[in-house]
């Protein structure tokens, strides 16, 4: 699973003040990680956002002005293992804190789907058999445990004639 490509991006929404706007829809990112002696938190959404990193003595507050599409599909996988194709995320939410010896980390995915909730559930199902990632099925949700041992689960529900779901990924 790799959730690194998230900080890297959004460091560089920070840092460029872009003069296009952006329309139409696109990712909502927050991202809360940190400990006792600081932390980063990230808000983005269609009319800009910020970000602010603190800790032992220093801070930073940066309004982040326009929103850009980060365009995350590409880069996210849980053990090589894509959501289905035409599929795009709308939220990420990441909570990652180790804060008196508690090192937990959750994040949280929203996306919409190209095709009906069974379909895409058959689809991912059989793409993490292909991998040798066991999961289990209730209905249109997934559940498993990916090899680094994070639990993980993917939620399909009706919208329209396709679908919109979460991933859950919770990394104790």
Not at 129 to 158: E, H, M, Q, W, Y
């Amino acid at each position: 699973m790799r959730l690194a490509f998230l900080i890297p991006p959004m460091m560089l929404l920070a840092a460029c003040g872009s003069e296009e706007k952006k329309t139409g829809e696109g990712t909502e990112v927050s991202i809360n990680a940190g400990d006792e002696h600081g932390g980063v938190q990230i808000k983005t959404g269609k009319d800009g956002g910020t970000l602010k990193i603190g800790g032992d003595g220093a801070a930073i507050d940066i309004d982040i002005p326009d929103f850009v599409d980060l365009n995350i599909e590409d880069d996210f996988d849980i053990d090589g293992v894509k959501l289905y194709p035409g599929s795009k995320i709308t939220k990420v939410d990441v909570d990652a804190n180790d804060k008196s010896g508690a090192d937990k980390a959750t994040v949280k995915l929203g996306f919409t789907s190209p095709a009906a909730p069974t379909k895409a559930a058959d689809w991912m199902a059989g793409e993490f058999a292909k991998k040798g990632v066991k999961v289990t099925r209730s209905g249109d949700t997934l559940a498993g445990k990916d090899k680094d041992g994070a639990d993980f689960r993917i939620n399909f529900a009706p919208e329209g004639a396709n679908a919109k779901g979460e991933v859950v990924i919770v990394k104790s």
